[in-house]
C-alpha cells in the first residue's frame, strides 16, 4: 500500500482526523461561549428596556419620590445622586490625579511607590460595601446622623483609586522628550508637570474621570448606611440625602406595583447614564493611545 | 497595557551648577519662588499619603468596631451559625460559607465561558467583528450591579423557579443524591441563582483581561506554532494559554475577588436565611449581604458589631485574594 500511495507514508490518516474533530469542537465551544456571554448582554438589555420605558414619563424627572398608590417620581433621587457624585468627583478628582502625578513623576522607582501602587491597586478591587462602613464609623457614628456629605466621601472613596490609577497611566505615556524640552525653558519640574504633561494628558485625564465616575455613579452598598436616603427633595449635606441605587432598592424589594415601576424606570436610566459614561469614557482612551 | 517606565529624572535638574536654584520668569517676568515646585511636590506627597491612610482607616476602623463581638464570641464567632439579634448572639459560619460558596460557583460557571470568549475573540473570531463584540463584552461589565440584582429576582429566579425548581421536584426520588442537592423552597431565591448572577457579573472582568493577555503572546510563537501545523486548538491551548499561564491566574483571582464583595446583586437575590446552607438551591446569605440588610436597621451595639466584625473577615478574605491576583498580574491588569 505504501508503494502506490503518492502521500507521506507516516501520515497518519486517523490522527489528522482526531486533530480535525478536536479543533472543530474547541471553535465550536468557543463561538457558544461568545453566544452565551452576548445573550446575558441582550437578555438583560431588552428586560431593562421593556421594563424600564414603561417607568418613565416626565413626572419621573419632576416630582419627587410618591407614597404607595400616588402619584410620584425620582426627582429627589436623581438631585441627591448627583449632589453626592458630585461631592466625590471632586474629591477624588483632586486627590487622585495628585497621587497619580506623585507616582508618575516624583516617587519613580522609590520604594514607597511600589508600595502605594500595590495599595491602590487593592483599593479598586476593595469590595465596596466595606468602604461604607468605613465612612460610617468615619463620619456617621461620630456625628451622630447619617449625611449627604459622608456618602460623598464614601463615593470619593471608591473613585479615588481609580482616578489615581487613570492619571499615573496616561501620564506615563507621555514622551519624555516634552518634560526635557520644558526643562531646556528653564521651568522647574512642578512647572513642567503642570502646563505641560497635564496639558498633554488632558484626554487621558478626562477618561480617568469617566471611568471613576460610572465607577460610581450607580454604587448602591456604600450608600445604604452613610447617606441613608430620603423620602423628599433635599439640598442639605448635613442631612440623609436620596440616592437613585438606594431609591431603586428600597422600591425594588418593596411590595407596590408602582414602587417597582419606578424602580425599573429609574434602573434604566442609571444604566443608560453609565454605560454611555463608559463609552465616551473609553472612546476617548482610543482616539489618546493609539495615536 | 505595559507601560515603559520613563527614566526617572534627577532632582537636582533645576539647579544650577554653581548650587543656586535657577529662577524661572512667567510670561509677566516675575520671578518666581524657586519652593513652588517643592510645594507641588508635597502636595502630590500629601494626596499619596492620603490615598495610604484611606487603607489604614479602613483597616483601623474595621478592627476597632468589630473588636467588641470579636473579643465576645471569641473563635464561636466563626464556628457557630445562631445568628439572632434578639438574644444578641451572632455567629458567621453561615454567611462566610455562603460568601465562599457562592464565589466560587460563579467562578467555576464563569471561568470556562469567559475563556471561550476570550480564544474566540483574540484568535478564532474576524478581528472587524471582534472589536465590536470586545466593546459588547465591556458593556456587561459596565452595568451596575443594582441592575443585576433587579432582573435576578423579576426575571431569573420566577424562571428558575418554574422551569428548573419545581420539575426537578417532580421527578428526582426523594432522599437520592440529587435531592440533596437540590432540595429547598422553590422561589428561585437561591444560591445557585446568586452564584449564576454572580457568574454573568464577572464573566466581563475575566474575559476583558485574559483577552489583554492572549492579545500579548508574541506573534512569532504563534506563527512558529501554526507553521508546524499546529491547529487553533492546539496553537491555543499548548502555546498561549501556558505562555500567559500566571497572569490567567492573576485575572481568575481578580473576578473571585470582586465575586467575594459583591453586594446588592447578591442581596436581591440569594432569600436572605442565617441559616446554614444545606443545598445549593437552599436560601442562604453572603458576608455583603447580612451587612446591606441589617446595618440599617441594628439597634444593639453588639449587633453593629457583628456586622463590622464581618466585613473584617469579607476584608481579610478578599485582601488576600486580590493581593494575590495583583501580584500574578503585574501592572498589566485593568483599570476598573
Same mark, same amino acid.
Given at each position: 500500500?505504501?508503494?502506490?500511495?503518492?502521500?507521506?507514508?507516516?501520515?497518519?490518516?486517523?490522527?489528522?482526523?482526531?486533530?480535525?474533530?478536536?479543533?472543530?469542537?474547541?471553535?465550536?465551544?468557543?463561538?457558544?461561549?461568545?453566544?452565551?456571554?452576548?445573550?446575558?448582554?441582550?437578555?438583560?438589555?431588552?428586560?431593562?428596556?421593556?421594563?424600564?420605558?414603561?417607568?418613565?414619563?416626565?413626572?419621573?424627572?419632576?416630582?419627587?419620590?410618591?407614597?404607595?398608590?400616588?402619584?410620584?417620581?425620582?426627582?429627589?433621587?436623581?438631585?441627591?445622586?448627583?449632589?453626592?457624585?458630585?461631592? #466625590?468627583?471632586?474629591?477624588?478628582?483632586?486627590?487622585?490625579?495628585?497621587? #497619580?502625578?506623585?507616582?508618575?513623576?516624583?516617587?519613580?522607582?522609590?520604594?514607597?511607590?511600589?508600595?502605594?501602587?500595590? !495599595?491602590?491597586?487593592?483599593?479598586?478591587?476593595?469590595?465596596?460595601?466595606?468602604?461604607?462602613?468605613?465612612?460610617?464609623?468615619?463620619?456617621?457614628?461620630?456625628?451622630?446622623?447619617?449625611?449627604?456629605?459622608?456618602?460623598?466621601?464614601?463615593?470619593?472613596?471608591?473613585?479615588?483609586?481609580?482616578?489615581?490609577?487613570?492619571?499615573?497611566?496616561?501620564?506615563?505615556?507621555?514622551?519624555?522628550?516634552?518634560?526635557?524640552?520644558?526643562?531646556?525653558?528653564?521651568?522647574?519640574?512642578?512647572?513642567?508637570?503642570?502646563?505641560?504633561?497635564?496639558?498633554?494628558?488632558?484626554?487621558?485625564?478626562?477618561?480617568?474621570?469617566?471611568?471613576?465616575?460610572?465607577?460610581?455613579?450607580?454604587?448602591?452598598?456604600? !450608600?445604604?448606611?452613610?447617606?441613608?436616603?430620603?423620602?423628599? !427633595?433635599?439640598?442639605?449635606?448635613?442631612?440623609?440625602?436620596?440616592?437613585?441605587?438606594?431609591?431603586?432598592?428600597?422600591?425594588?424589594?418593596?411590595?407596590?406595583?408602582?414602587?417597582?415601576?419606578?424602580?425599573?424606570?429609574?434602573? !434604566?436610566?442609571?444604566?443608560?447614564?453609565?454605560?454611555?459614561?463608559?463609552?465616551?469614557?473609553?472612546?476617548?482612551?482610543?482616539?489618546?493611545?493609539?495615536? | 497595557?505595559?507601560?515603559?517606565?520613563?527614566?526617572?529624572? &534627577? *532632582?537636582?535638574?533645576?539647579?544650577? &551648577?554653581?548650587?543656586?536654584?535657577?529662577?524661572?520668569?512667567?510670561?509677566?517676568?516675575?520671578?518666581?519662588?524657586?519652593?513652588? *515646585?517643592?510645594?507641588?511636590?508635597?502636595?502630590?506627597?500629601?494626596?499619596?499619603?492620603?490615598?495610604?491612610?484611606?487603607?489604614?482607616?479602613?483597616?483601623?476602623?474595621?478592627?476597632?468596631?468589630?473588636?467588641?463581638?470579636?473579643?465576645?464570641?471569641?473563635?464561636?464567632?466563626?464556628?457557630?451559625?445562631?445568628?439572632?439579634?434578639?438574644?444578641?448572639?451572632?455567629?458567621?459560619?453561615?454567611?462566610?460559607?455562603?460568601?465562599? =460558596?457562592?464565589?466560587?460557583?460563579?467562578?467555576?460557571?464563569? =471561568?470556562?465561558?469567559?475563556?471561550?470568549?476570550?480564544?474566540?475573540?483574540?484568535?478564532?473570531?474576524?478581528?472587524?467583528?471582534?472589536?465590536?463584540?470586545?466593546?459588547?463584552?465591556?458593556?456587561?461589565?459596565?452595568?451596575?450591579?443594582?441592575?443585576?440584582?433587579?432582573?435576578? =429576582?423579576?426575571?431569573?429566579?420566577?424562571?428558575?423557579?418554574?422551569?428548573?425548581?419545581?420539575?426537578?421536584?417532580?421527578?428526582?426520588?426523594?432522599?437520592?443524591?440529587?435531592?440533596?442537592?437540590?432540595?429547598?423552597?422553590?422561589?428561585?431565591?437561591?444560591?445557585?441563582?446568586?452564584?449564576?448572577?454572580?457568574?454573568?457579573?464577572?464573566?466581563?472582568?475575566?474575559?476583558?483581561?485574559?483577552?489583554?493577555?492572549?492579545?500579548?503572546?508574541?506573534?512569532?510563537?504563534?506563527?512558529?506554532?501554526?507553521?508546524?501545523?499546529?491547529?487553533?486548538?492546539?496553537?491555543?491551548?499548548?502555546?498561549?494559554?501556558?505562555?500567559?499561564?500566571?497572569?490567567?491566574?492573576?485575572?481568575?483571582?481578580?473576578?473571585?475577588?470582586?465575586?467575594?464583595?459583591?453586594?446588592?446583586?447578591?442581596?436581591?437575590?440569594?432569600?436572605?436565611?442565617?441559616?446554614?446552607?444545606?443545598?445549593?438551591?437552599?436560601?442562604?446569605?453572603?458576608?455583603?449581604?447580612?451587612?446591606?440588610?441589617?446595618?440599617?436597621?441594628?439597634?444593639? *451595639?453588639?449587633?453593629?458589631?457583628?456586622?463590622?466584625?464581618?466585613?473584617?473577615?469579607?476584608?481579610?478574605?478578599?485582601?488576600?485574594?486580590?493581593?494575590?491576583?495583583?501580584?500574578?498580574?503585574?501592572?498589566?491588569?485593568?483599570?476598573?
Amino acid at each position: 500500500m505504501s508503494g502506490k500511495n503518492l502521500e507521506n507514508a507516516n501520515f497518519d490518516r486517523f490522527l489528522h482526523l482526531r486533530r480535525k474533530a478536536y479543533n472543530t469542537v474547541f471553535l465550536v465551544l468557543t463561538a457558544l461561549a461568545t453566544a452565551i456571554a452576548l445573550a446575558a448582554l441582550a437578555l438583560i438589555l431588552e428586560t431593562l428596556v421593556v421594563k424600564g420605558v414603561g417607568g418613565i414619563d416626565m413626572a419621573v424627572f419632576t416630582m419627587s419620590q410618591p407614597a404607595p398608590d400616588m402619584a410620584g417620581g425620582l426627582l429627589n433621587a436623581i438631585v441627591g445622586s448627583l449632589v453626592m457624585c458630585a461631592i #466625590g468627583m471632586i474629591i477624588a478628582l483632586f486627590v487622585g490625579i495628585l497621587a #497619580g502625578t506623585w507616582l508618575a513623576e516624583y516617587g519613580d522607582g522609590t520604594k514607597l511607590a511600589t508600595v502605594v501602587r500595590f !495599595l491602590n491597586d487593592i483599593l479598586i478591587s476593595a469590595p465596596s460595601i466595606l468602604i461604607g462602613l468605613f465612612v460610617y464609623e468615619l463620619l456617621v457614628r461620630p456625628f451622630h446622623g447619617f449625611s449627604a456629605v459622608a456618602g460623598g466621601v464614601a463615593l470619593a472613596l471608591l473613585a479615588m483609586p481609580v482616578a489615581t490609577r487613570a492619571t499615573e497611566d496616561i501620564m506615563r505615556l507621555q514622551p519624555y522628550a516634552l518634560r526635557e524640552a520644558g526643562m531646556a525653558l528653564g521651568a522647574n519640574r512642578g512647572h513642567v508637570i503642570r502646563s505641560i504633561i497635564w496639558r498633554a494628558s488632558k484626554s487621558g485625564l478626562m477618561t480617568g474621570a469617566l471611568l471613576s465616575f460610572a465607577r460610581i455613579s450607580g454604587e448602591t452598598a456604600p !450608600l445604604l448606611f452613610t447617606s441613608l436616603g430620603n423620602p423628599f !427633595l433635599s439640598f442639605k449635606l448635613t442631612q440623609p440625602m436620596a440616592s437613585m441605587p438606594t431609591t431603586i432598592f428600597q422600591f425594588a424589594m418593596s411590595a407596590y406595583d408602582d414602587w417597582q415601576r419606578l424602580a425599573w424606570g429609574g434602573a !434604566l436610566i442609571i444604566a443608560v447614564a453609565v454605560l454611555t459614561t463608559n463609552i465616551i469614557g473609553r472612546a476617548l482612551t482610543r482616539g489618546s493611545t493609539h495615536k | 497595557m505595559t507601560v515603559a517606565q520613563p527614566p526617572s529624572v &534627577p *532632582d537636582t535638574v533645576g539647579a544650577a &551648577p554653581n548650587g543656586n536654584t535657577l529662577r524661572v520668569h512667567n510670561a509677566q517676568g516675575e520671578a518666581k519662588k524657586p519652593g513652588g *515646585d517643592a510645594l507641588f511636590r508635597t502636595l502630590c506627597l500629601a494626596a499619596v499619603l492620603a490615598m495610604m491612610a484611606t487603607l489604614l482607616g479602613l483597616v483601623g476602623s474595621l478592627v476597632s468596631g468589630g473588636w467588641m463581638a470579636l473579643s465576645h464570641f471569641g473563635i464561636s464567632f466563626f464556628t457557630t451559625s445562631t445568628w439572632d439579634p434578639v438574644a444578641d448572639q451572632y455567629g458567621a459560619a453561615a454567611p462566610i460559607v455562603g460568601t465562599l =460558596l457562592t464565589a466560587f460557583l460563579a467562578l467555576l460557571l464563569a =471561568l470556562p465561558v469567559a475563556v471561550g470568549v476570550a480564544v474566540f475573540l483574540v484568535e478564532i473570531c474576524p478581528q472587524a467583528i471582534a472589536r465590536w463584540l470586545a466593546i459588547a463584552v465591556e458593556l456587561l461589565a459596565g452595568i451596575p450591579s443594582i441592575v443585576y440584582g433587579m432582573w435576578g =429576582l423579576f426575571v431569573l429566579a420566577p424562571w428558575f423557579s418554574a422551569h428548573v425548581q419545581l420539575p426537578l421536584m417532580m421527578s428526582v426520588t426523594p432522599g437520592s443524591w440529587l435531592d440533596t442537592l437540590t432540595s429547598g423552597v422553590p422561589n428561585g431565591a437561591n444560591i445557585f441563582t446568586a452564584s449564576l448572577i454572580l457568574a454573568v457579573m464577572i464573566l466581563p472582568y475575566i474575559a476583558a483581561i485574559l483577552r489583554e493577555l492572549l492579545m500579548s503572546v508574541p506573534s512569532h510563537m504563534r506563527e512558529a506554532a501554526y507553521g508546524l501545523g499546529c491547529t487553533q486548538r492546539e496553537v491555543v491551548m499548548r502555546i498561549m494559554l501556558p505562555y500567559v499561564r500566571k497572569s490567567a491566574i492573576g485575572a481568575v483571582m481578580l473576578g473571585l475577588g470582586r465575586a467575594l464583595g459583591e453586594t446588592m446583586a447578591v442581596t436581591f437575590i440569594i432569600g436572605n436565611s442565617h441559616n446554614f446552607p444545606h443545598s445549593l438551591f437552599d436560601s442562604g446569605s453572603t458576608i455583603s449581604s447580612t451587612i446591606a440588610n441589617e446595618f440599617t436597621e441594628a439597634t444593639g *451595639d453588639m449587633h453593629i458589631s457583628a456586622l463590622i466584625a464581618l466585613g473584617l473577615v469579607l476584608f481579610m478574605i478578599t485582601f488576600v485574594t486580590i493581593a494575590a491576583a495583583r501580584l500574578l498580574l503585574g501592572r498589566g491588569g485593568e483599570t476598573k
